[in-house]
């Protein structure tokens, strides 16, 4: 059974720092490029930082700078280092893993980053 669980999100001031963990289990995690997407009420998904196998980064202008993604394959894990934080950043956060060589992509549930001004 394949899960993707983030970790809680939360409440914090505008200028300050959260970091978010995705936890992947029961895929071979090491092939799969992983990114966030975040939504907020009304507007569409976007996705804001992607991390390639190899560990090339991309990010959207929104949060380049300020957002930082990473990847521990022996821990299974991605990682949303936030820092700056605006309170335009308040969304749903979700963690994706997707994998052109077998075609399969997969979502964790979301957690929500409030920021405060």
């Known amino acids: 059974q394949v899960q993707l669980a983030e970790s809680r999100g939360g409440l914090v001031q505008a200028g300050g720092s959260l970091r978010l963990s995705c936890a992947a289990s029961?895929?071979?995690?090491?092939?799969?490029?992983l990114g966030w997407y975040r939504q907020t009420p009304g507007k569409q998904l976007e996705l804001f930082a992607t991390i390639s196998t190899a560990g090339t980064t991309n990010y959207a202008d929104s949060v380049k700078g300020r957002f930082t993604i990473s990847r521990d394959n022996a821990k299974n894990t991605v990682y949303l280092q936030m820092n700056s934080l605006k309170p335009e950043d308040t969304a749903v956060y979700y963690c994706?893993?997707?994998?052109?060589?077998?075609?399969?992509?997969?979502w964790g549930k979301g957690t929500l980053v409030t920021v405060s001004s």
């Open positions: 029961g895929i071979r995690f090491s092939i799969y490029v």
């Open positions: 994706n893993a997707a994998s052109r060589a077998n075609a399969r992509e997969f």
